[in-house]
């Protein structure tokens, strides 16, 4: 069965650095979402991205956060700055359509650390 | 705003014993409502759907409209189901379809 795969399993950074976190989604999807998840709280949506477009933000994906289908397989993540506050785990999604029929399709996650 | 409030940050029940996990909402129109189940490592994944009134691995929830709930339960807990589970309810917000996120509920079934 296709999974969403994301790497690194881990990263480690010093605050200020650029971190780029990299997603492969299920191959026939069509929609892709980054999620967070700060230690011991709950799932934070970041983004969503349709069409090599982003179709929806929250308002922690500022600025310093963009996201990219440079390929036809990779979805990244890219944090220009990172800061203290921007370590978390973050999750990778992917599904085919949008709405109550689909299901997301989750990845293991990029567990970031900013030093 | 849109809120989904999972009051149990744990449950610890025994094996054999009835499981219910809570899950309020609050959305001015008709969300859908989805639980989703991580397992000690390993990653999210869909447990059940409103819409599609099934039983996964013996779980049940049942959308009520009038308290505003959807709460997750199973007669007779297993102790694979030990994991975090998280109730997410999908809403339209601006025209564009997203999943609103609970804290989540670690459940813990001891032997």
């Known amino acids: 069965e296709p999974e969403v795969t994301q790497t690194p399993s881990h990263q480690v950074t010093q605050m200020g650095q650029e971190v780029i976190l990299r997603c492969v989604p299920i191959?026939?999807?069509?929609?892709f979402y980054w999620y967070r998840q700060i230690l011991g709280q709950k799932v934070e949506f970041l983004v969503s991205?349709?069409?090599?477009?982003?179709?929806?933000k929250s308002e922690i994906f500022d600025d310093q956060f963009s996201v990219e289908r440079p390929d036809g397989s990779n979805f990244t993540l890219k944090i220009r700055s990172t800061k203290l506050e921007d370590s978390a785990m973050y999750f990778c999604a992917s599904s085919r359509n949008v709405g109550p029929q689909e299901t997301q399709y989750f990845g293991p996650g990029t567990r970031l650390l900013v030093l | 705003a849109q809120r989904v409030t999972q009051p149990e940050k744990l449950l610890s029940v025994f094996k054999g014993a009835p499981v219910e996990l809570k899950c309020n909402y609050s959305y001015s129109g008709s969300p859908e409502l989805f639980w989703y189940v991580q397992y000690s490592r390993q990653r999210l994944q869909l447990l059940l759907r409103?819409?599609?009134?099934?039983s996964i691995k013996g779980f049940t929830a049942d959308l009520n409209k009038g308290e505003t709930s959807f709460h997750l339960k199973k007669p007779f807990a297993q102790e694979e189901d030990s994991a975090m589970y998280y109730c997410a309810p999908g809403v339209v917000m601006d025209s564009n379809y997203q999943l609103i996120w609970g804290a989540g509920t670690k459940l813990i079934i001891k032997p």
């Open positions: 191959s026939n999807h069509l929609y």
């Open positions: 409103h819409i599609s009134r099934e």
């Open positions: 991205f349709y069409n090599n477009e982003i179709s929806e």
